[in-house]
């Protein structure tokens, strides 16, 4: 009888497509915040925290992952850094969503442009990685896209600070502390949850803010926050742990150049040239970052 042959992965393969399928998912998750902008962005904030430790806390039930969540519990340092790491996703949560829902989509795709050139410069700085010729051409390329979209916003808006800022400083902790991906998510959202359910029962009081009054669909969106929410992030961690801080920054313009998609053709937001040529010079420094093994054998 033949057997079909294994396949075998690299560590950075894997890497590569834990990458790929977080900002995938993050690039289309606007579409979702985007349905439920009737319901007030911190109870939004406050079911994903809630609905991402019932997701994360039965994945790891399945997966007979609780002793992994006690040891990391009685560390002490790795629970000061997840503190931290909290405080910093929860911000970048709350942030994202007040931008999707009040028209700053353009705002939260430059914040996120902006975010790999952190990363790479984090990775360097902390991490003491280094880019090769051709990788700090496809920085200097991105770089010129960002300041090109600076221009022409006359500005860089608060958003496009605070998104950058809170997610690279995320990763390379999360890239620090050294776990899983899905006990690093379940302790982060359990430590805030106390917080969002006080929040959602006794000071919310919007009319979605009692579950028992919303329709059966409504509950169910809500509840879908949790999977928004965990999935992207659960291959995020997978991915940081697999690639280095700079290969994984380059990879973070998939979600905001589908971002920028979605606010020129779906939602209507004006495609300038100045918008053109920033997505040009962006996506011509992750052809380079991604086929720089290819060029450099050109080049010999």
């Not at 942030?95 to 952190?118: C, H, K, Q, T």
């Not at 776990?179 to 982060?188: S, V």
Request: one cysteine or more.
């Amino acid at each position: 009888m033949n057997s079909f042959p294994k396949l075998s992965f690299s560590e950075a393969s894997i890497g590569i497509f834990y990458a790929l399928g977080a900002y995938l998912m993050w690039g289309f998750a606007p579409i979702y915040f985007k349905y439920l902008g009737f319901v007030p962005v911190d109870e939004i904030l406050a079911h994903r925290v809630i609905w991402s430790v019932v997701v994360t806390g039965l994945l790891i039930t399945v997966l007979g992952g609780w002793s992994d969540v006690k040891e990391v519990c009685l560390s002490a340092k790795k629970l000061l850094l997840l503190l931290v790491t909290t405080l910093l996703i929860s911000s970048n949560w709350m942030v994202f969503i007040w931008a999707v829902n009040n028209d700053r989509m353009l705002e939260a795709s430059l914040g996120y442009y902006i975010n790999p050139l952190i990363s790479v410069l984090l990775g360097m700085i902390f991490l003491k990685e280094s880019l090769s010729r051709i990788r700090w051409i496809a920085v200097g390329f991105a770089f010129i896209g960002v300041l090109i979209q600076v221009f022409s916003l006359g500005a860089l808006p608060w958003v496009s600070l605070v998104l950058p800022l809170t997610f690279a400083f995320y990763g390379l902790l999360r890239k620090k502390v050294k776990i899983e991906a899905l006990t690093g998510l379940f302790i982060e959202t359990l430590i805030v949850a106390p917080i969002a359910l006080y929040y959602l029962v006794l000071i919310a009081d919007s009319e979605y803010s009692n579950m028992l009054d919303n329709s059966m669909s409504l509950n169910l969106w809500l509840m879908f926050a949790g999977i928004v929410t965990a999935s992207p992030l659960i291959f995020f961690g997978q991915a940081t742990l697999r690639l280095s801080l700079s290969t994984l920054g380059f990879f973070q313009y998939l979600a905001p150049s589908i971002l920028f998609v979605f606010a020129v053709l779906v939602y209507g937001e004006e495609l300038t040239f100045e918008k053109a040529v920033t997505f040009l010079f962006i996506w011509s420094g992750i052809v380079l970052f991604v086929f720089e093994k290819q060029i450099r054998q050109k080049l010999k």
